[in-house]
Nanobody
Framework: QVQLAESGGGLVQAGGSLRLSCAVS????????MGWFRQAPGKEREFVAG?????????IYAESVRGRFIISRDNAKNTVSLQMNSLKPEDTAVYYC????????????????WGQGTQVTVSS
């Protein structure tokens, strides 16, 4: 079973930056597709960014964060990160890390394992 733990959330002013990290407990991290999602109050959870397993070069972003957020992974440390720049109040949400097998190619959904989430609040 894959266990995920997010960290790095907090309160930041608009225009600022935060870096989220997700530590993944598994022996097969390099074989996992990874994603970041977020859920704002009163809204459904939405896709933010996805990165393919070690044998894939695919990285995708939601249109709302493209050019501001950067997803990366460190297979030696079993971590996936989300660098968030030029933050806006509308980025305020609980951010979740998610994982699934490399065999499931759709990075925008169908994840099998989730973290507990970390709160990001952007003040105007």
């Amino acid at each position: 079973q894959v266990q995920l733990a997010e960290s790095g959330g907090g309160l930041v002013q608009a225009g600022g930056s935060l870096r989220l990290s997700c530590a993944v407990s598994t022996r097969t991290f390099s074989n996992l597709n990874m994603g970041w999602f977020r859920q704002a109050p009163g809204k459904e959870r939405e896709f933010v960014a996805g990165i393919g397993w070690s044998g894939s070069s695919v990285i995708i972003y939601a249109e709302s964060v493209r050019g501001r957020f950067i997803i990366s992974r460190d297979n030696a440390k079993n971590t996936v990160s989300l660098q968030m720049n030029s933050l806006k109040p509308e980025d305020t949400a609980v951010y979740y890390c998610a994982a699934k097998s490399w065999a499931s190619a759709n990075l925008r959904g169908e994840y099998s394992d989730w973290g507990q989430g970390t709160q990001v609040t952007v003040s105007s």
